[in-house]
């Protein structure tokens, strides 16, 4: 059976047929609401399933909203909540952090400086026996005196650390007297740490672990832990 026109509603045979816009029209039939013009399928628009031209196509208008003390006190209240929900958000994520940070090799070492404060101690009081009491073991005339002249010292700078820990920082000297040359720059990150150039010279140096040792530069003097890796053997 045909359908019907949707504008004429008389039977629309298939010769004459526009499908369009969910419904058949005839082609005379297939015009513009408003003025009448005949339209095909490439200069209509559709609105509300009726077609129209590009004249008198419907156009939508934005109405304007007067700025009433209700609609004053609506986006009052809606900016503040807006802020409020800001707050919340913020106090929820403060410490968290939002920035990733590259576990770089010298954040590793930081941590593993802050994860062995014992360590550090005991190169701190290994600092201190190597500054008072080095000169006297390495003097092999007199064996009892090289073992009766740190007495005297112990007594004098009394050191609440028990007294094995004072003796295992003795180990270290047979290391000593080694040279090495830096092979690039290194900036001390603590106070316990020494600050070299690339070429320079490090004498007396001494291992404390795989990752870094103790020694002094001979340019500058000074000495302090540095890595084993900004380092090579002369």
Request: proline fraction near 9%; glycine fraction near 6%.
């Amino acid at each position: 059976m045909n359908p019907l026109c949707g504008r004429c509603n008389r039977v629309v045979y298939p010769t004459e047929k526009v499908n369009c816009l969910d419904k058949y029209w005839h082609k005379g039939c297939f015009s513009c609401e408003i003025c009448k013009m005949t339209l095909n399928m490439k200069n209509y628009k559709g609105f509300e399933k009726r077609p129209y031209c590009n004249a008198h196509y419907p156009k939508t208008h934005f109405t304007c909203v007067a700025d009433t003390p209700e609609n004053i006190r609506l986006k009052q209240q809606t900016k503040m909540q807006s802020q409020v929900l800001y707050k919340e958000e913020f106090e929820k994520n403060k410490g968290k952090g939002f920035s990733v940070v590259a576990d770089t090799p010298e954040m590793q070492r930081i941590k593993k400086t802050q994860g062995n404060i014992s360590n550090i101690k005991y190169h701190e009081e290994f600092e201190k026996s190597r500054m008072g009491g080095d000169a006297p073991p390495h003097q092999p005339s007199n064996p009892t005196s090289a073992y009766q002249a740190p007495a005297a010292p112990q007594n004098y700078h009394y050191d609440p650390t028990p007294e094995p820990t004072r003796q295992a920082a003795a180990p270290p000297p047979p290391s000593a007297g080694k040279r090495y040359r830096a092979v690039y720059d290194y900036s001390a990150a603590d106070e316990d740490e020494v600050s070299f150039m690339d070429g320079d010279v490090i004498v007396d140096v001494q291992q404390i672990d795989e990752g870094w040792m103790y020694g002094r530069v001979e340019r500058t003097g000074q000495q302090g832990m540095l890595p084993a890796n900004y380092v090579e053997a002369i």
